[in-house]
C-alpha cells in the first residue's frame, strides 16, 4: 500500500560531518511533508516541514530537500553534534486525508564524539 | 499548560483488563491526534479531533479501542480487553487550527500488556 519509508534504519556519524537521512514517499497526493526528530524517551519534535511546491526550504543547521520527480525527501543535518543524535522520522500530510499526518519508520541517527 | 501532558506515563495491565490514557492538550489548541508507535517502528494514526466536528476515527484498529474529548480539551484513549499486541507506546499531539501539520507532542504512554 502507500506508505512513506526510509531507505536506512541507521545512520551513524562522526561529530562535525553533515549528515543526510533520506525518505522514500509513494503517494503524489502530499501538500506538506514534515521531518520530526524524537529522542529517547520523548514524543516527536517538530524540525522542519516542506511543501509539495517547493524544492528545498532551509532552517538551523538543517535544509530539507525535496525532489518529486523521484518521490523523495532528504533531511541534512551540518556539523552534526552529539545533541543530534535522536530517530528522525519524515511524514507526510496527504490532501484527502484533513490534518491527520503518515509516519515513515525512523532513522536512527548516532553521532560519535 | 506549557506543553502536551499525557497520563500515565507507563502502565502495566493484565491482559484482559480495560486501561484509560489521558491526555491534556496546548490550551487553546483545537486539534487532538492520538498516534501509536510499537518499537522501533513508527507512528500509526488512530483517531483524530478537530474542534467540534465528527471525530476521524478511521485509525482506530479494532472496537475495543476508543476516544473522546470532552468540552473540546482533554482527551480520554479507552481501550477494552486488552491485549498483548497493544502494547506500545500512546502519544497525543495537539495543534491549533492554522498550524495543523505542526503537531507538538506529547511524551506518550508505555503500555505494557502481560
Known amino acids: 500500500g502507500e506508505s512513506v519509508g526510509l531507505h536506512l534504519p541507521t545512520l551513524s556519524v562522526q561529530e562535525g560531518d553533515n549528515s543526510i537521512i533520506n525518505c522514500a514517499y509513494s503517494n503524489s497526493a502530499s501538500d506538506y511533508f514534515i521531518w520530526y526528530k524524537q529522542e529517547s524517551g520523548k514524543g516527536p519534535q517538530f524540525i522542519i516541514d516542506?511543501?509539495?511546491?517547493?524544492d528545498k526550504r532551509q532552517g538551523q543547521r538543517v535544509t530539507v530537500l525535496l525532489n518529486k520527480t523521484v518521490k523523495h525527501l532528504s533531511l541534512q543535518i551540518a556539523a552534526t553534534q552529539p545533541g543530534d543524535s535522536a530517530v528522525y522520522f519524515c511524514a507526510e500530510k496527504r490532501r484527502t486525508s484533513g490534518s491527520r499526518l503518515t509516519f515513515g519508520e525512523g532513522t536512527q541517527l548516532t553521532v560519535n564524539p | 499548560g506549557a506543553g502536551v501532558s499525557q497520563s500515565p506515563s507507563n502502565k502495566v495491565t493484565e491482559k484482559g483488563k480495560d486501561v484509560e490514557l489521558r491526555c491534556d492538550p496546548i490550551?487553546?489548541?483545537?486539534?487532538l491526534y492520538w498516534y501509536r508507535q510499537s518499537l522501533g517502528q513508527g507512528l500509526e494514526f488512530l483517531i483524530y479531533f478537530q474542534g467540534n466536528s465528527a471525530p476521524d476515527k478511521s485509525g482506530l484498529p479494532s472496537d475495543r479501542f476508543s476516544a473522546e474529548r470532552t468540552g473540546g480539551s482533554v482527551s480520554t484513549l479507552t481501550i477494552q480487553r486488552t491485549q498483548q499486541e497493544d502494547s506500545a507506546v500512546y502519544l497525543c499531539?495537539?495543534?491549533?487550527?492554522?498550524?495543523?501539520?505542526?503537531?507538538?507532542f506529547g511524551s506518550g504512554t508505555r503500555l505494557t500488556v502481560v
Open positions: 490550551s487553546g489548541h483545537t486539534a
Open positions: 516542506i511543501r509539495s511546491n517547493m
Open positions: 499531539a495537539s495543534s491549533s487550527r492554522g498550524q495543523i501539520f505542526g503537531y507538538t
